[in-house]
Structures are given as structure tokens and as C-alpha cells.
């Protein structure tokens, strides 16, 4: 199976171990992904006024690219996968958002609004599925204690993000199971780590960090694991207790593509 | 040629407001076969009818056409105003100029056009109309009431009071419903059990009333007077006549861990089961997804221990097949389910539960023995925390909830945090509510004697997010008077979710064709001058199964329908609707489209002779309509090939005619 | 433009309808980021809808969210709260000079491991 790839720009920096090892899983679980060439930055978070347009340009550049290659498109960093997708729910329900953006790119082929967005979990559940995952993992995380955080970009807005319940979602969950390790459930697996905001307000980042990690702390888990860059510097930033890892380290990890192959 | 007279309403400014009365009663007047056009304020009134029975009179009308509201309010008047004057009310037509034309049109010009374009339809129609005589059928003096909650017994013990016999239908193994599982009663605290039980016991002892617990429609045929239903009684592999309730079986059967749907999960109860103890049958029932001896023949241990010999694990479902003249919806009511509203964590934490739920942990013959303790672990709570409008008042795009307001949780929280206070002082009670909803006799007093008297702390605002760490619950919540967000450490927190109706409510409107709203309520006739009478003749509502009630209403319009019941069958006979179906035997040809697609069954295939222009005999098969049964749908119509088919009152030209006046 | 006519720009390019609210404050309940706000979630919505825009586009507030959809998420009546807030604050950071945030804060602000993704999401937010 072949997928497009839209990597973004935090993991070509400061989150490599994210793209490495989702790049390592996959091949191991027999996906291509191709990574779309000259993607450009999603801009981090989508700005949902109707009028904005030209923020939202690389997204349905991306968009349009996987809708030329009729293969999936798919996003490791949960802010990518939100920008994305919400870019292009608004470019399929207004049409004049539409117009503006189809005249800005002008390019030779336009897009149709009909690409098919993944985050990694989802092709994981929903392309390859769990089952097929337990069966190729070697090494199971058996006797780990994993907190799943899912924070807000992966969930919502639900009515467009529609991944799964978002207050009380079981897809990661599902993951951590099938790869052999224990899910432990805390309150606080979708609420916000304070995200940008540790640009403006460094108390109220700190604030919600601790507010997450310790309630993953104290239903007992031994690690956080998080698809989101941002999350994870605000966990670490704000001196979690617990180690927070990317969700791909540890599928390489289970599936023993962690270590084998050229880093 | 008919000699036709129009009767423009105003309807006071309803009809008069966009459209121009005078000059559609003018405009009509050279319609083919008019000879006499007026208008009038109030055509309804006695007034208004005396111009009609005059007109008859002056000129020998044959024909009448009223521009008015719709056939559904006054058709039947101003056929009795036609009747009275000596005129067959069958040659009367209304042309609906206010729902359909003034009500939805803003502007004189549009408004005048269109009513004078239906009033043009209606003479083409009344032109083609022929004189119709009403027959007569038989009323079936039985009533079918369909649940057995407080709303089907009260509606079933009223009719058999009145000396007709009824049957009631539940499908759980007692009656009672969910008044059954409460505790208290708003807002007189009575004990729920104590006035229930005994009309219970008075269903099952009054002779005219049958109980078919354990049992569900299946289908429905006929119509009013003469409904034909198919009822299955489920197979509960116990001799209902035999067993004496003396729960012998039940002590002894050693599959335990049935959750017992009673106590809503939060307790066990056995394969083989009464209910509860004042259930109606007393009557024990297995349960056939978890009787070992029903599963894999291992066990047999209830048999042995009857002494009555009622375990009978060869039981099948019985279909019985029974006549009635009535039928009384009153299929009742759940709370939704919380799984979409886990931002108050319903289903991570045992200790955050449903409003029916914590009915059931304050009822002595509750799984606690009426002991409020916390459901995780036995300790009584400090600290409770209700929430209102769970899934209630929820707009459609927010994707989940009911957009209606449920009715009965202002009350019966209020009901839970004054008891909660009185019996156990030492717990701090907040409610989280958006507005409070009191209006009822004696329901705002409750409510302020819960804050004034009890001290329950009302918090106007909501709860975000309840999050269960260790053994508190974490509730954050906006007070929106003194413009905080609260963070309260609870024990407990009630959520009090939104109900909706009972799920065989949909496939039972289907069978009786009786109309539902958008949320699965059944529709009245009249929202406020037929509220106990569905659009379908013959099938009442009673209780919830129309709208959110709480138990005295639900009793009132329960006596409602029961007294709409009982008028229809002290009438021996009904008049039949004359616009019923007929088919031109020359031109059937025997095709049976018409019979398939009838819903009624009432049309069956003759053999019959035809002497031929030569003068030989030839036999065809031909469709034949029971008029008694028709109820004029007219799909036979429509489905039949050769167009032999056709609707007396609504024959293929008149509608023709109808059209070719529109299009003019 | 007056108040009203920021009134109606705020509801047109946030697509909100102010007037579905029921003032039920579960916006507010769940805002993660309530305490440092001056007006909370369910103020902004009464405050639009009563066109009271000025206090708002002056108000620190504005910078507070989170942007996580929570508010969005758990309004009963799908109000949207979130979007109010992103288009007050565009209607302020659109005028020229009205930065909330500049290139020439930023070195002070970064260190060695902040991610990329944080930078560009604050650009976005607080600068045009």
C-alpha cells in the first residue's frame, strides 16, 4: 500500500524521532510513504475565520497533491492532521472560501475536495488494522503502564476531526493494547497542554502541563505517549515525572524496527 | 350542470389579512356553474352558516365550495350546515385559503392569485361530485392497551370500569413500568410503590382486564371499531396459570450473576426471576440467554424444585390473535443513554450515575436496601453533585442530545437533594442548573424548600468536565452569578439525562399508521383540542409516549384517553367514510396489483359471470372492495393498471379537473 | 466602523450565530485557560450578541485561548464560543500596528528544544 506523506515542519527539527520511526513502522507493516515533495509548512494551528485564505494554501496544496496520486493522505503530527483537515472541510462545505482559494493557487489541476485524510493512528486502525498490527509485533510492551494523550488536536473539533469519541476515545488506547502493553485511563487525556500559549504565558503552559501529567501520574502509568511535538515539549518543559515518548517509538519499538536499518 | 354557491371565509384577519376577499368571491363567480358568490367574516359562525343554508335554499344549490381553513378543522361542520339545508354533504368541498395560502404568503397580490386558483379547483371539482351515502360497521367492544406502565393501567382500569373489557400489553415480565422503580414522588413525597402496588393489584383482580405480560404486538390489521392484532406472547418457560410466585425456583437456581435490569445493572439477580416483589403476575420468568438448562440442557435444578410443576423448558412464543374496537398507545419512556456526554465520565467511574439510578439507590427494596452509598465502594457520600439537562435543550448541530426540554428533572432533582438533605445532614447537595422549571401545583414551593428549608445549594451554570482521580470526582463547573469556575471534590454526581421514547414506539406507529414527530413522539390530532387522540381513528395516547409527563399528568391524560375510548365503544355501529374505493368490474382484469398494495385487506378477488355482447357467458376474476373496510387511501388507485379502479369522492376526473382548473 | 458594524463583521467571518446560546456558562465550565481570563467564554458570546465590542477588542483575553476546541466541543446548542474569540482577535491583529507579538520577541522567548510548530501556531495567532 501506498500513501502520500505530509511530514511538516517540526518533524524535519525538533520531533526527527516522530518521522523516523512512523517511516520505520511502516515499512515494516509494508506501507509505502511517499513523501509529498515541496510540501509546505500547515502553519501550525488552522484560523478558523471564513475569510482567511491564503494561511490555508498549503494544506490544499497537500490535499491536492494526494487527490492526484489517488492514495491517502497522511499526517504523524496531530496540529498537521488538524490544519489539514479542517482546511479541507471548509473547502468542501464553503463555497466561497472555494472560489478564493481555487483563483489564488491557479494552478493546472485544481482541486475536487476529494482527498482522504489519515492521521497515522487512523491508517493504523483503519488501513492496516490492530489485529494485523498485534500479529506482527515481536517484541510486546508487556508490563508497560502507557498514558495515552490524546490533547485537543487529534479530537476536535469532532464534527470535522471525527476520529473517534472524543470524550471518551479508544483509538490510542486500542494501539498501546495491541502492541502488547498496558492502557491506563486518566481524566485528563483530552484536555489541553496549554500548547502555543507557552509563547505568551509560561505560567499558564506550566499550569496545564502539571495538571496532565499528573493525573496520568497518579492513575499509575510509567510513560506518556503523545503524537503532538507541542505536547510533548510542554510535558518535558514543565518538568514531567514521567517520560513522554512519540506513539511511533514505541510501535517501532514493538514491531523490532526500532534499532535495525541505518539511522 | 351543477348550480354551485361560494362561501368566501375571512377568518377575521387570519384569511383577510393577504388575501383580497372580495374580489376572490368575485373572480369566482364566473366560474362554470356557479351561481351564487359571497363573503363573509366568520363562515364558522351561526351566521355564517345560516348564509349557507339560506343559499341552498334561495337557489337550489346542488353544489357548495367554502374558501376557508383546512377540511381538517370544518369540513365536518359545513357538511353538517349542507346536510341541514337538505343538501348530501358529500357535495360540499373546502378550498384551504388559510394554511395553506394566507398563513404562508406575505403579500396581498400572491395571497388573492393562489386562493382564487384553489377556489377555482374546488368548483371544477364539486362540478364532477355525485351525492355519497355513509354505510355502517360494527364496533368491537374491547379495548387493546399497548404497555403497562402507570399510564396503560390507569387508561385500562378506567375503560374496564366502564364495563368494556380490555387487554394490556407489556413486554417486560410485570407491569408497572418506571413509576415502579421509583422511590418518592414529586412533590408530595409519597412513596411511589405505595400508590402503584395496589392499582396493580386492582388490573390484575378487575375482570374485564386481561394482563399479557411478557408479550408485543406483532401486527395490526382493520381499522376503527374493528382493529384485528396479532399479539406474541413470548415463551417464559413457566406455566403462567400454574406458578405461584413462591420463588422456590429463583432461591435455587444457581446462575447468579445475571445483571438485574430492575436495579438498572447495579445488582444481580438470577436466571430465573420475579422482578420484584410486588410484581403483577407474580409469576416467574427464565431467561433464556443465561438458563443453563435452555443453553446447553445442563442444569434443571427449578424444575425440581416446583412444587407446583410450572417449569415447563419446552415453551415456545404463542401467537394469539384478537379483536378489538380501541387501541391505546401508552409505550412510555427511557432516559438516553450517557455514552456520547463522557466529559462527565458516566462510564469511567461507578460513582458518577443516572438520575433512575440513584432512584433505585434510595429505594429500600433497591440494591442497597435504600442505603445512598457510593456504587464503587459502599461509602456514603460527602459530597454529591447533580447536573441538569443531560442531552436536554441540545441544539441539532451540537450533534448530540434532544433538542426538547425533558419536563420532569427540575422536579425530581429538587425531589433527590431535599430527601438527600433530610435523611443525611452531614452531605453537602449542589444542583448545576441552566434555568429551574417549576411549573405545576405546589412545584415551586418544592423547589424553594429545598434551598430555604434543606439548604441544597442551586449553582446557576454548568459542569464542563468531571474527572475521576482516585477516589473523588473531580467536577469543574461555571457559577455564572458570582462569575467563577467552581472546582468541587465530589463523592457522587447524578447526571440527569434527557429521556426519550421507548424504542418499540417506531415500529409500532408503522403498524397502527399512527404519525410520530421528528424525536419518536407520537403525534395528537389536535396539539391542544385532540391531545389524547392520534390522527389514526381509533388509536389513543396515553402518558409519555406523546411527550416528556411527569406521573399526574401522565394519569390525567391516561383518564383522557381512556373516556375517549369508552365513547367510541358504547356505539354499536360507526358511520363508514363513503369515499372508499370501488373497481369497474368491465375493465379489471384481474391483475391483483390492487389487492398487494392494500393495507387494510380489503379487497378480495371474485369470480364472476359476464354475458357477452354474443350473448355467451364468460367468467373473469374480478376485484371486489369491502367498503367497511376501505379507508379510501386510495393506493389501489394508483397501482391499478388498467384504471379500473377508482376513489369515489376523489374519482380520477375530478382530480383531473382539479388540476386542468390550476393550470388554466 | 461603529459598534455594530464590528458587530456584524465579527458574526460574519466566525460564522457564528450568537443568538442560538442559552447562556447555560458549560463554555466557561470547561475553558482551560478561565482563570486568566478578564471576560470568560460565555461573556464573549453575551458580549457579541449585545454588541458590546470595544471592551472585548481591548481586552487582554483575547490571548488567553488555547485554541482547543473544547468549548466548541461540549456547547449543547453549538454555539461555537472559540470562533467568536478567533474573530475578535483577527479583527484586532488585522489593523496595522496591532501585533500582539513581534520577530523581535521571539529570541527571548525560544530555547533549545521548543519545537518549531509552537513558533509558527504563535505567529499565526498573535501576528498578521
Known amino acids: 500500500m501506498k500513501v502520500r506523506y505530509f511530514p511538516g515542519c517540526t518533524l524535519k527539527n525538533k520531533a526527527q524521532d516522530l518521522d523516523l520511526f512512523a517511516r520505520k513502522s511502516a515499512l515494516a507493516l509494508g506501507i509505502e510513504m511517499e513523501e509529498i515533495p515541496m510540501w509546505q509548512c500547515c502553519g501550525g494551528v488552522f484560523v478558523s475565520a471564513n475569510d482567511e485564505v491564503a494561511t490555508k494554501l498549503s494544506s490544499i496544496r497537500a490535499l491536492s497533491d494526494a487527490e492526484e496520486h489517488h492514495s491517502p493522505l497522511v499526517t504523524v503530527c496531530s496540529a498537521c492532521h488538524n490544519v489539514i483537515k479542517q482546511t479541507n472541510h471548509q473547502f468542501n462545505t464553503d463555497s466561497a472560501f472555494r472560489q478564493k482559494a481555487v483563483n489564488y493557487l491557479a494552478s493546472d489541476t485544481v482541486y475536487q475536495g476529494g482527498a482522504e485524510i489519515y492521521h497515522y493512528l487512523e491508517m493504523l486502525r483503519d488501513l492496516v488494522g490492530f489485529d494485523e498490527i498485534k500479529k506482527k509485533v515481536v517484541k510486546p510492551l508487556t508490563g508497560r503502564k502507557i498514558a495515552v494523550y490524546y490533547g485537543c488536536l487529534l479530537l476536535r473539533p469532532n464534527s470535522v476531526m471525527k476520529m473517534d469519541d472524543p470524550e471518551n476515545p479508544q483509538i490510542f488506547e486500542s494501539l498501546i493494547r495491541a502492541l502488547g502493553a498496558e492502557s491506563v485511563y486518566y481524566p485528563m487525556r483530552n484536555e489541553c497542554c496549554g500548547g502555543?500559549?507557552?509563547?505568551?504565558?509560561?505560567?499558564?503552559?506550566?499550569?496545564?502541563?502539571?495538571?496532565?501529567?499528573?493525573?496520568?501520574?497518579?492513575?499509575?502509568?510509567?510513560?506518556?505517549?503523545?503524537?503532538?511535538?507541542?505536547?510533548r515539549y510542554n510535558l518535558l518543559k514543565n518538568n514531567s515525572p514521567l517520560p513522554v515518548v512519540y506513539f511511533t517509538e514505541l510501535l517501532a519499538e514493538a514491531l523490532g524496527a526500532k534499532e535495525d536499518s541505518n539511522e | 350542470m351543477q348550480r354551485i354557491g361560494v362561501f368566501v371565509c375571512w377568518c377575521g384577519s387570519n384569511i383577510a389579512g393577504t388575501v383580497d376577499v372580495h374580489a376572490v368571491a368575485e373572480a369566482l363567480k364566473t366560474e362554470p356553474g356557479v351561481v351564487f358568490s359571497t363573503d363573509y367574516q366568520y363562515m364558522c359562525s351561526q351566521a355564517g352558516q345560516n348564509i349557507i343554508k339560506d343559499a341552498i335554499r334561495?337557489?337550489?344549490?346542488?353544489?357548495?365550495?367554502?374558501?376557508?381553513?383546512?377540511?381538517?378543522?370544518?369540513?365536518?361542520?359545513?357538511?353538517?350546515?349542507?346536510?341541514?339545508?337538505?343538501?348530501?354533504?358529500?357535495?360540499?368541498?373546502?378550498?384551504?385559503?388559510?394554511?395553506?395560502?394566507?398563513?404562508?404568503?406575505?403579500?396581498?397580490?400572491?395571497?388573492?392569485?393562489?386562493?382564487?386558483?384553489?377556489?377555482?379547483?374546488?368548483?371544477?371539482?364539486?362540478?364532477?361530485?355525485?351525492?355519497?351515502?355513509?354505510?355502517?360497521?360494527?364496533?368491537?367492544?374491547?379495548?387493546?392497551?399497548?404497555?403497562?406502565?402507570?399510564?396503560?393501567?390507569?387508561?385500562?382500569?378506567?375503560?374496564?370500569?366502564?364495563?368494556?373489557?380490555?387487554?394490556?400489553?407489556?413486554?417486560?415480565?410485570?407491569?408497572?413500568?418506571?413509576?415502579?422503580?421509583?422511590?418518592?414522588?414529586?412533590?408530595?413525597?409519597?412513596?411511589?410503590?405505595?400508590?402503584?402496588?395496589?392499582?396493580?393489584?386492582?388490573?390484575?383482580?378487575?375482570?374485564?382486564?386481561?394482563?399479557?405480560?411478557?408479550?408485543?404486538?406483532?401486527?395490526?390489521?382493520?381499522?376503527?371499531?374493528?382493529?384485528?392484532?396479532?399479539?406474541?406472547?413470548?415463551?417464559?418457560?413457566?406455566?403462567?396459570?400454574?406458578?405461584?410466585?413462591?420463588?422456590?425456583?429463583?432461591?435455587?437456581?444457581?446462575?447468579?450473576?445475571?445483571?438485574?435490569?430492575?436495579?438498572?445493572?447495579?445488582?444481580?439477580?438470577?436466571?430465573?426471576?420475579?422482578?420484584?416483589?410486588?410484581?403483577?403476575?407474580?409469576?416467574?420468568?427464565?431467561?433464556?440467554?443465561?438458563?443453563?438448562?435452555?443453553?446447553?440442557?445442563?442444569?434443571?435444578?427449578?424444575?425440581?424444585?416446583?412444587?407446583?410443576?410450572?417449569?415447563?423448558?419446552?415453551?415456545?412464543?404463542?401467537?394469539?390473535?384478537?379483536k378489538y374496537g380501541a387501541i391505546v398507545v401508552a409505550t412510555g419512556y427511557n432516559p438516553i443513554s450517557l455514552d456520547k456526554f463522557d466529559e462527565f465520565a458516566y462510564n469511567q467511574s461507578k460513582d458518577v450515575i443516572s438520575s433512575l439510578e440513584f432512584e433505585r439507590l434510595t429505594n429500600a427494596a433497591g440494591p442497597t436496601a435504600g442505603k445512598l452509598v457510593r456504587p464503587s465502594d459502599g461509602k456514603h457520600p460527602h459530597t454529591i453533585v447533580f447536573v441538569q439537562c443531560v442531552g436536554s435543550r441540545c441544539d441539532a448541530c451540537a450533534e448530540k442530545g434532544k433538542e426538547y426540554c425533558s419536563k420532569i428533572c427540575c422536579m425530581y432533582t429538587a425531589k433527590h437533594a431535599m430527601l438527600t438533605r433530610d435523611k443525611y445532614p452531614d452531605t453537602e447537595v449542589y444542583v448545576f442548573y441552566i434555568d429551574v422549571r417549576t411549573p405545576g401545583k405546589n412545584f415551586d414551593e418544592f423547589y424553594r424548600r429545598a434551598v430555604e428549608e434543606y439548604g441544597v445549594h442551586y449553582v446557576k451554570g454548568m459542569v464542563g468536565k468531571v474527572s475521576p482521580e482516585g477516589d473523588t470526582l473531580k467536577v469543574q463547573a461555571s457559577d455564572l452569578i458570582s462569575g467563577k469556575q467552581l472546582h468541587i471534590d465530589a463523592d457522587l454526581v447524578v447526571l440527569a439525562a434527557a429521556i426519550e421514547p421507548d424504542a418499540s414506539a417506531r415500529p409500532l406507529a408503522t403498524m397502527l399508521t399512527a404519525s410520530m414527530d421528528t424525536n419518536d413522539f407520537f403525534t395528537e390530532a389536535h396539539p391542544k383540542l385532540r391531545p389524547v387522540e392520534s390522527p389514526t381513528a381509533g388509536v389513543f395516547l396515553s402518558g409519555a409516549c406523546q411527550g416528556p409527563k411527569d406521573i399526574p399528568e401522565t394519569v390525567s391524560q391516561a383518564g383522557a384517553a381512556a373516556s375517549k375510548v369508552i365513547g367510541l365503544l358504547v356505539k354499536d355501529k360507526l358511520t363508514t367514510n363513503p369515499c372508499v374505493a370501488q373497481s369497474n368490474e368491465l375493465m379489471c382484469n384481474g391483475c391483483s396489483s390492487c389487492e398487494l398494495v392494500c393495507p387494510y385487506g380489503a379487497i378480495t378477488y371474485i369470480d364472476k359471470e359476464f354475458r357477452m355482447p354474443d350473448r355467451s357467458i364468460q367468467i373473469r376474476r374480478v376485484a371486489q372492495v369491502n367498503p367497511a373496510v376501505c379507508q379510501g387511501c386510495g393506493a389501489c388507485t394508483v397501482a391499478c393498471p388498467s384504471g379500473a379502479m377508482d376513489l369515489n369522492g376523489f374519482k380520477s376526473e375530478q382530480i383531473i379537473a382539479e388540476v386542468d382548473a390550476i393550470c388554466r | 466602523m461603529n459598534n455594530r458594524q464590528k458587530q456584524e463583521e465579527i458574526l460574519r467571518i466566525s460564522g457564528v450565530n450568537a443568538r442560538k446560546c442559552m447562556k447555560c456558562g458549560k463554555c466557561s465550565a470547561t475553558c482551560p485557560a478561565y482563570?486568566?481570563?478578564?471576560?470568560?467564554?460565555?461573556?464573549?458570546?453575551?458580549?457579541?450578541?449585545?454588541?458590546?465590542?470595544?471592551?472585548?477588542?481591548?481586552?487582554?483575553?483575547?490571548?488567553?485561548?488555547?485554541?482547543?476546541?473544547?468549548?466548541?466541543?461540549?456547547?449543547?446548542?453549538?454555539?461555537?464560543?472559540?470562533?467568536?474569540?478567533?474573530?475578535?482577535?483577527?479583527?484586532?491583529?488585522?489593523?496595522?500596528?496591532?501585533?500582539?507579538?513581534?520577530?523581535?520577541?521571539?529570541?527571548?522567548?525560544?530555547?533549545?528544544?521548543?519545537?518549531?510548530?509552537?513558533?509558527?501556531?504563535?505567529?499565526r495567532k498573535y501576528t498578521k
Open chain 2, 58 to 322: 334561495d337557489y337550489r344549490l346542488t353544489g357548495v365550495v367554502v374558501c376557508s381553513c383546512s377540511p381538517r378543522m370544518h369540513e365536518v361542520t359545513f357538511r353538517k350546515t349542507a346536510s341541514q339545508a337538505g343538501l348530501n354533504p358529500y357535495m360540499v368541498e373546502i378550498a384551504n385559503i388559510r394554511e395553506q395560502c394566507s398563513w404562508v404568503h406575505k403579500d396581498v397580490p400572491t395571497g388573492t392569485e393562489k386562493a382564487i386558483i384553489l377556489g377555482r379547483a374546488a368548483v371544477a371539482k364539486v362540478n364532477l361530485n355525485a351525492p355519497l351515502t355513509p354505510g355502517e360497521s360494527l364496533v368491537i367492544k374491547r379495548a387493546l392497551v399497548i404497555g403497562g406502565g402507570i399510564a396503560g393501567i390507569q387508561t385500562a382500569l378506567d375503560i374496564a370500569d366502564a364495563g368494556f373489557p380490555v387487554d394490556i400489553v407489556e413486554k417486560q415480565p410485570t407491569i408497572g413500568g418506571k413509576m415502579a422503580q421509583l422511590d418518592k414522588t414529586f412533590p408530595t413525597l409519597d412513596c411511589a410503590a405505595c400508590i402503584l402496588t395496589p392499582k396493580m393489584v386492582d388490573a390484575a383482580q378487575n375482570e374485564n382486564i386481561r394482563i399479557l405480560s411478557y408479550s408485543e404486538v406483532e401486527k395490526v390489521g382493520g381499522f376503527v371499531g374493528n382493529f384485528e392484532v396479532t399479539i406474541r406472547k413470548k415463551a417464559r418457560y413457566v406455566k403462567e396459570d400454574i406458578c405461584t410466585g413462591c420463588g422456590a425456583c429463583v432461591e435455587k437456581c444457581p446462575m447468579k450473576k445475571v445483571p438485574n435490569e430492575f436495579n438498572l445493572g447495579m445488582d444481580n439477580r438470577r436466571a430465573v426471576y420475579i422482578p420484584f416483589a410486588q410484581a403483577v403476575p407474580k409469576v416467574a420468568t427464565i431467561d433464556p440467554n443465561y438458563c443453563n438448562m435452555l443453553k446447553n440442557g445442563k442444569c434443571g435444578l427449578c424444575a425440581r424444585v416446583c412444587t407446583a410443576g410450572a417449569i415447563d423448558y419446552t415453551q415456545k412464543d404463542e401467537l394469539i390473535t384478537e
Open chain 1, 196 to 231: 502555543y500559549i507557552a509563547l505568551e504565558s509560561k505560567e499558564l503552559a506550566e499550569k496545564k502541563s502539571r495538571s496532565v501529567y499528573e493525573s496520568a501520574k497518579s492513575a499509575g502509568a510509567d510513560t506518556i505517549v503523545t503524537a503532538c511535538p507541542l505536547c
Open chain 3, 35 to 123: 482563570d486568566e481570563m478578564e471576560y470568560h467564554p460565555h461573556e464573549f458570546v453575551y458580549m457579541v450578541e449585545t454588541g458590546d465590542i470595544d471592551r472585548l477588542m481591548a481586552s487582554q483575553s483575547l490571548y488567553k485561548c488555547l485554541s482547543c476546541f473544547a468549548c466548541v466541543d461540549r456547547c449543547p446548542r453549538g454555539v461555537q464560543p472559540f470562533k467568536l474569540i478567533e474573530a475578535v482577535r483577527l479583527m484586532n491583529i488585522r489593523k496595522q500596528g496591532n501585533n500582539h507579538m513581534t520577530a523581535n520577541d521571539i529570541p527571548s522567548i525560544l530555547d533549545d528544544d521548543m519545537p518549531q510548530q509552537a513558533i509558527v501556531s504563535a505567529f
